[in-house]
């Protein structure tokens, strides 16, 4: 309540940036003069985001399972997955505006952008489940389908739960981004490219806080279910039992080693083979050969690898910055809401309006706040990775059974020791989890950043070779933040083994 | 030398940890022979390798020499022919299933429908005093309870092998008595080889045929001895001054360097 108060007289005043923030009222005022429109287009997003979620968590959670019956296949397909997610939108959507049709690509992204996340939180489920409970089984002679279908799928359900709230906001994101690519009369993201010309920030906040409270609503749905039967589901006693590696050095090394190539040509493969599928000509669609004869063999190659290379100094640093921040900023916030839930709940709202806002607008009204220098890109980094980061950690903390706190306060700990004794190294496998999926995160919110404001790196890099039609450069650049999104995840994932193993835990995938 | 099947059998079985750099043998040389429809009380410290022995029985645990058959069959066919039954010393329930729920989870494993077993699976939670309590989840649910629906869970397939490991140890010993007295009972009925892992002494006297005593370090079966006492057993027998005896007897093997 206090909040909006503030916010009304803040805005009122244009204290902000000369009227960047305008008062709450005039943001309703315009919200209601402009009516008439909103229905469209709010129904054209919501369509588009909602069968995106829709089909994207189906075959989200359909691939967690089968990528825990088979250790390999999830070896495979982990060049696939992160790929799939690390795909900068910025980049897909024209590319799928010319190569798909009508409601396609916003639905095509939005599913993208939902199922990595379901995926990762159904995979997490089923690797986190009660070992004790598998025996039990497994003494009256079940074997593993038994154990799936009896202990983890159910005991899998938090955790899916957790993951359906934080992609609900992606396929809204996913469904708006994809009308900047072009095409569409109707779609909150349109209506917003539109209005950006008028300088009239009432009505970008306008809709920036419908998509908000979309996005919001589909959280809250989740939220809510998940509170209901998160209650029946949270085990009674910790279990300490370090599980065993399901075949995990089952295959000899030259198999193995067969594997990693599988792994890492199969989204070449796929890349190539959806070009030939869509049958759109080469002058557009530039297949791996295409973009590797870009960079290497034509007259061209030693500018277009001059100008990669300036981008990537420019982009990499202030990822790097933001994403850590991003990620202390959840994890601070994460313990606070066993300390102080109260105020995470007046949080959540908070940043959820950061998180939902089309960056797109985002930007435009941060820049005219903090000018177009590296705050801007990174505050858009840090926001863009700390809420999923942030929900993963908080569900990693809430999983702690209550005998295992009640062990520390029976000998006087204070909350801040049980936290430290037992919340947080309970809560490590989520923030290795969270690491990993923010790292794409924040490549992208940077690249955003730098596409609308920043005139620097990958992001600007990107926008000006869609301005020149160097379609070649578009896919290259595309390609280049996948492979680099890549190479970090795996990186944190060794670092993930080997302090996990450490300390007896579970690892996660 | 024919050597009559028995129920459980244990032979030259060892095993060895390895981990995190250290070297732990768990059970070395173990033998146990527990003749079908007998009563064995394994006791011993921490660490003596009961609990890693029964699960080798049960074949959740791998064994690296030896041989080990439950009523002539391996470990794995054994649990997989549903002739096992089990209680752990942590109840493992199934946080999301009611009582009765859970009492049935050995069928579904086995393949059976619970449904043809509602009689006896209302009769098993009668039996351990929580009648009334068929639908209630887990976690509403005391320490206590919850081991008494393990307890029920282990007998629901009728098992001819039955394995316990400390299953009365969260319970006062009112209750734990009156268990005893009521497991004696049950087992008398169904003539199964039982199994029994336990740190209580006059528990183990009170319902086993031979107790055997453990080790650690590495795990390894000091000494066996069989118990005289006439059955069935009363619950007077506590009071007896041979019980006594018997209890101070093992109390010292237990305790020897």
Not at chain 1, 411 to 417: L, P
Not at chain 1, 436 to 446: E, F, K, N, S
């Amino acid at each position: 309540m206090i909040l909006i108060i503030v916010w009304e007289i803040v805005g009122r005043m244009d204290w902000i940036a000369g009227g960047a923030l305008p008062g709450i009222s005039e943001i309703l005022i315009r919200l209601w003069i402009d009516r008439g429109d909103y229905p469209g287009h709010i129904g054209a997003t919501v369509y588009a985001s909602g069968l995106g979620f829709l089909i994207g968590n189906v075959l989200a959670i359909a691939a967690g399972i089968a990528f825990i019956l088979s250790p390999t296949l999830l070896r495979l397909m982990r060049g696939v997955n992160i790929a799939i997610f690390a795909l900068p939108p910025i980049a897909i959507a024209p590319i799928l505006v010319l190569t798909l049709s009508g409601m396609a690509p916003r639905v095509t992204l939005a599913a993208l952008g939902v199922y990595f996340v379901t995926m990762s939180a159904t995979v997490i489920g089923l690797s986190q489940y009660d070992t004790r409970s598998a025996d039990l089984v497994r003494a009256y002679g079940g074997g593993n389908w038994l154990i799936l279908k009896l202990v983890r799928i159910r005991g899998a359900i938090p955790d899916i739960l957790s993951g359906l709230r934080i992609a609900a906001p992606n396929a809204v994101l996913g469904a708006i981004l994809a009308e900047f690519g072009g095409g569409g009369r109707w779609g909150l993201g349109t209506y917003l490219l539109g209005s950006l010309g008028r300088g009239d920030p009432a009505r970008l906040w306008g809709i920036g806080l419908v998509a908000t409270l979309i996005a919001g609503l589909s959280y809250a749905i989740f939220a809510v279910i998940s509170t209901r039967i998160s209650g029946s589901t949270r085990s009674v006693t910790l279990n300490t039992a370090i599980p065993s590696s399901q075949g995990e050095n089952a295959y000899g090394r030259p198999i193995q080693a067969l594997i990693l190539c599988g792994t890492i040509t199969l989204p070449f493969v796929l890349w190539w083979a959806f070009i030939k599928l869509t049958g759109v000509p080469d002058l557009i669609a530039k297949t791996p050969y295409g973009v590797f004869e870009y960079l290497f063999l034509k007259d061209t190659s030693v500018i277009a690898r001059g100008k990669l290379m300036a981008a990537l100094g420019q982009t990499l640093p202030i990822a790097a910055f933001g994403m850590i921040a991003g990620l202390a900023f959840a994890f601070l916030l994460a313990i606070s809401s066993r300390l102080f839930p109260g105020f995470i709940k007046g949080f959540i709202p908070v940043a959820l309006v950061t998180q939902t806002m089309p960056l797109v607008a985002l930007t435009p009204l941060l820049v005219l706040i903090l000018g177009r220098g590296y705050s801007v890109t990174l505050w858009i980094t840090i926001s863009v990775t700390f809420f999923p980061a942030f929900v993963l950690l908080v569900q990693g903390i809430q999983r702690v059974p209550q005998s295992v706190l009640d062990l520390p306060r029976a000998y006087g700990a204070s909350a801040w020791t049980e936290m430290r004794i037992v919340s947080i190294p309970a809560a490590l496998p989520y923030l290795f989890a969270a690491t990993r999926l923010t790292v794409p995160r924040a490549l992208l919110g940077v690249m955003i950043a730098e596409w609308l404001a920043t005139g620097t790196g990958l992001g600007n890099l990107l926008n000006r070779s869609r301005g020149y039609l160097d379609y070649s450069m578009i896919w290259t650049v595309a390609a280049v933040s996948v492979l680099l999104s890549v190479a970090i995840y795996y990186l944190v994932l060794i670092v993930e083994r080997r302090t996990l193993v450490r300390l007896g835990m579970q690892n996660v995938e | 030398m024919p050597r009559q099947p028995a129920g459980i059998s244990l032979r030259a079985v060892g095993k060895t940890y390895r981990g995190r750099g250290k070297t732990v043998e768990a059970l070395k040389d173990m033998n146990l022979e527990c003749s079908p429809g007998s009563f064995t009380a394994l006791i011993g410290p921490s660490g003596c390798g009961k609990s890693t022995a029964m699960r080798v029985a049960l074949g959740l645990e791998s064994f690296d020499s030896g041989e080990v058959l439950i009523s002539g069959q391996t470990p794995a066919q054994a649990t997989a022919s549903g002739i096992t039954g089990v209680a752990f010393q942590d109840a493992a329930l199934l946080p999301w299933r009611s009582v009765a729920k859970n009492v049935a989870l050995p069928l579904e494993v086995l393949g059976r429908d619970p449904s043809k077993y509602s009689v006896e699976i209302a009769q098993l939670i009668e039996l351990v005093g929580l009648k009334g309590y068929e639908n209630a989840l887990p976690g509403e649910l005391s320490g206590g309870m919850r081991q008494r629906v393990s307890i029920a869970r282990s007998l629901i397939t009728s098992p001819k092998v039955l394995f316990m490991d400390e299953p009365f140890g969260a319970l006062d010993q009112i209750r734990r008595r009156q268990m005893n007295v009521e497991l004696q009972r049950i087992w008398s009925e169904t003539k199964s080889t039982a199994l029994l892992v336990t740190h209580g002494i006059d528990e183990a006297i009170f319902l086993a045929d031979q107790v055997v005593v453990m080790h650690a370090d590495p795990g390894r079966v000091v000494d066996i001895i069989d118990v005289p006492f006439a059955r069935p057993r009363h619950p007077d027998l506590f009071s007896n001054p041979e019980f006594h005896a018997l209890t101070d007897r093992i109390s010292m093997v237990l305790h020897e360097a």
